[in-house]
């Protein structure tokens, strides 16, 4: 496979594991990446699937302790934080697609984050 071939594949699939993030559904938005993990031999497009992961189970971990913080009323004090995790929910993955789409052959490391994968 030439260089052009490889680096165009490894935009395209890094930038969907990062992008899958804005879709709604959840077996979707969490599958894109899996499936990209399996079935990807490429090094780079494999951190990333990785990278996407961690983000998504960090979103959905900071997610169940602010719902269980607010049923017991400690998280309403919390409440003006909320704008700034969606905000970051939106950013962060944009930026890493713009990231990877400008250098293919660099995985994006999502900033703030506990690494499980």
């Known amino acids: 496979m030439n260089d052009t071939s490889l680096s165009g594949k490894r935009r395209l699939l890094s930038a969907l594991c ?11 938005s969490i599958g894109i990446p899996i ?5 990807s031999d490429d090094s ?5 699937a990785k990278e996407a992961l961690n983000f998504h189970l960090n979103i959905w971990f900071y997610g169940a302790i602010y719902a269980v913080l607010t049923a017991i009323l400690i998280g309403y004090l919390l409440l003006p ?5 969606i905000l970051l929910t939106w950013i962060l993955p944009i930026i890493a697609i ?3 789409i400008g250098d ?5 490391r999502y ?4 690494r499980v994968l």
């Open 111 to 114: 900033p703030f984050i506990f």
């Open 18 to 28: 990062h992008g899958s993030i804005f879709f709604s559904a959840l077996l979707v």
């Open 35 to 39: 499936a990209i993990l399996f079935v």
């Open 81 to 85: 934080l909320v704008p700034i995790f």
């Open 98 to 100: 713009v990231k990877v």
């Open 44 to 48: 780079v497009i494999r951190e990333n």
């Open 104 to 108: 293919p052959d660099k995985a994006f």
